[in-house]
Antibody
Framework: EVQLVESGGGLVQPGGSLRLSCAASGFTFSSYWMHWVRQAPGKGLVWVSRINSDGSSTIYADSVKGRFTISRDNAKNTLYLQMNSLRADDTAVYYC????????????WGQGTLVTVSS | QSALTQPASVSGSPGQSITISCTGTSSDVGTYNYVSWYQQHPGKAPKLMIYDVSNRPSGISDRFSGSKSGNTASLTISGLQAEDEADYYCSSYTSSSTLVFGTGTKVTVL
């Protein structure tokens, strides 16, 4: 069974940093591209970032470019999102997701971890 | 990248059919057959319902179907059931190699 379990969320002050982790299991993690998607409270889904299977290619939404870094450790079956210079509008549930092979949809989602940026 | 445009809400009675639209541009929906649809119940993670415009993942009811014409994709739910009440989001691959989601549609079963 595919499982994606996020951790690392919490309360952080504006300008602060946080690193999210996503532990993957139930599939060959090193074979799949992964995305981070976020959802502000009561709002819609917003794509954040994507990384390819070996970590050599990454891409970001303009709203987080230069502040967030996506990475992965295939030996540990873990996806990361390093978030720096956090702002109030980064407050959201962050979902770790798996890109479906051969297409550009997302076939599995974690349960999400809440990041709250507030003083 | 602006969000794809969806109606804020759609409603229908049990057994009826409803259709949710998802309008993008020639940089996303209009060019790529990589439109997906997700269902999200309150407090839950989204669930993939349709991928590549009209394909259903294993285990998804054939009451859900997708299509596309020009810059607009559509999700149709036939034989509406109480359990279909949820938020629905479309997404598309873009010419910038990113993903863009729709604004979301709340489906209410009357």
């Amino acid at each position: 069974e595919v499982q994606l379990v996020e951790s690392g969320g919490g309360l952080v002050q504006p300008g602060g940093s946080l690193r999210l982790s996503c532990a993957a299991s139930g599939f060959t993690f090193s074979s799949y591209w992964m995305h981070w998607v976020r959802q502000a409270p009561g709002k819609g889904l917003v794509w954040v970032s994507r990384i390819n299977s070996d970590g050599s290619s990454t891409i970001y939404a303009d709203s987080v470019k230069g502040r967030f870094t996506i990475s992965r450790d295939n030996a540990k079956n873990t996806l990361y999102l390093q978030m720096n210079s956090l702002r109030a509008d980064d407050t959201a549930v962050y979902y770790c997701t798996r890109k479906r092979a051969g297409t550009h949809s997302i076939d599995y989602w974690g349960q999400g971890t809440l990041v709250t940026v507030s003083s | 990248q602006s969000a794809l445009t969806q109606p804020a809400s759609v409603s229908g009675s049990p057994g009826q059919s409803i259709t949710i639209s998802c309008t993008g541009t020639s940089s996303d929906v209009g060019t790529y057959n990589y439109v997906s649809w997700y269902q999200q119940h309150p407090g839950k993670a989204p669930k993939l319902m349709i991928y590549d415009v009209s394909n259903r993942p294993s285990g998804i009811s054939d009451r859900f179907s997708g299509s596309k014409s020009g810059n607009t994709a559509s999700l149709t739910i036939s034989g509406l059931q109480a359990e279909d009440e949820a938020d629905y989001y479309c997404s598309s691959y873009t010419s910038s190699s990113t993903l863009v989601f729709g604004t979301g549609t709340k489906v209410t079963v009357l």
